[in-house]
């Protein structure tokens, strides 16, 4: 589990602390198929969630119950950074995709009483592929999770590294992410969590960043061949 020496300054509260090095699993996925990509109708979206639920539950059991004395923080996944597509020449083609990752499943717990500070625990499930012009079997994706004054300023950012390798023959993996021991102090009893937003998204770039936006995706092995697979 990651345990972070991060700390910021917060506006109504004292430092925040982050835990440091996630501990993370990595599986392997068959080659085809994946998230995303093109319409195939609601079974097919509903299929894919059965599967991505299934993984998810395997892959990242549920967090413990944590006792605490108000709402937790608002965890939640950036739209325009919860996918990750690199584009050979920013052309927007299968057979011009790269590394592509997703974010499919976010588990969340958090615990505080009287004035102690608020401590949030996180399971992260990424879905991380290879297209046609991704060439090494070893990839270093990035992420940030940040902790926010709830639709308002942000107060603290960490980045991790994520280093995948895809197996031979897999042009797909899924990695489960554990982030423990995110510290948020509290100025007194009466600041609940529900002040406090906690924002997970891929380092993405601008244009990353306008693709998500418009909702386009690739499927994560986007231009393979059948052959290929």
């Known amino acids: 589990m990651r345990r972070l020496t991060f700390t910021a300054l917060l506006a109504i509260t004292a430092l925040t602390t982050w835990p440091m090095a996630p501990a993370h699993a990595q599986?392997?996925?068959?080659?085809?198929?994946?998230?995303?990509?093109?319409?195939?109708?609601?079974?097919?979206?509903?299929?894919?969630?059965?599967?991505?639920?299934?993984?998810?539950?395997?892959?990242?059991?549920?967090?413990?119950?944590l006792r605490n004395a108000g709402p937790c923080p608002y965890v939640k996944v950036l739209y325009d950074a919860a996918r990750y597509v690199e584009l050979k020449d920013n052309k927007e083609?299968?057979?011009?995709?790269?590394?592509?990752?997703?974010?499919?499943?976010?588990s969340a717990g958090c615990s505080y009483k009287a004035d102690q500070p608020i401590t949030v625990q996180m399971q992260i499930l990424f879905s991380l592929g290879r297209g046609p012009q991704a060439t090494e079997t070893h990839k270093?994706?990035?992420?940030?999770?940040?902790?926010?004054?709830?639709?308002?300023?942000?107060?603290?950012?960490?980045?991790?590294?994520?280093?995948?390798?895809?197996?031979a023959g897999q042009?797909?993996?899924?990695?489960?992410?554990?982030?423990?021991?995110?510290?948020?102090?509290r100025a007194d009893s009466k600041v609940s969590g529900a002040n406090f937003e906690v924002l997970i998204?891929?380092?993405v770039t601008?244009?990353?960043?306008?693709?998500?936006?418009?909702?386009?995706?690739?499927?994560?092995?986007?231009?393979v061949s059948t052959a290929a697979q």
Do not use: C
């Open 140 to 167: 270093t994706y990035r992420y940030w999770v940040a902790v926010t004054h709830r639709n308002q300023s942000v107060l603290a950012k960490e980045y991790f590294d994520l280093p995948v390798t895809f197996p």
């Open 171 to 185: 042009d797909r993996v899924t990695v489960t992410e554990n982030l423990g021991g995110v510290t948020i102090p």
């Open 201 to 203: 998204g891929f380092d």
């Open 27 to 65: 599986m392997g996925g068959p080659g085809g198929g994946g998230p995303g990509g093109g319409g195939g109708g609601q079974d097919d979206d509903d299929a894919k969630k059965r599967k991505r639920d299934s993984e998810w539950g395997s892959n990242a059991p549920a967090l413990p119950q």
């Open 93 to 106: 083609a299968s057979n011009a995709v790269g590394y592509t990752g997703e974010i499919q499943g976010l």
């Open 206 to 223: 601008p244009e990353m960043a306008a693709f998500n936006r418009d909702g386009k995706r690739f499927r994560p092995n986007a231009g």
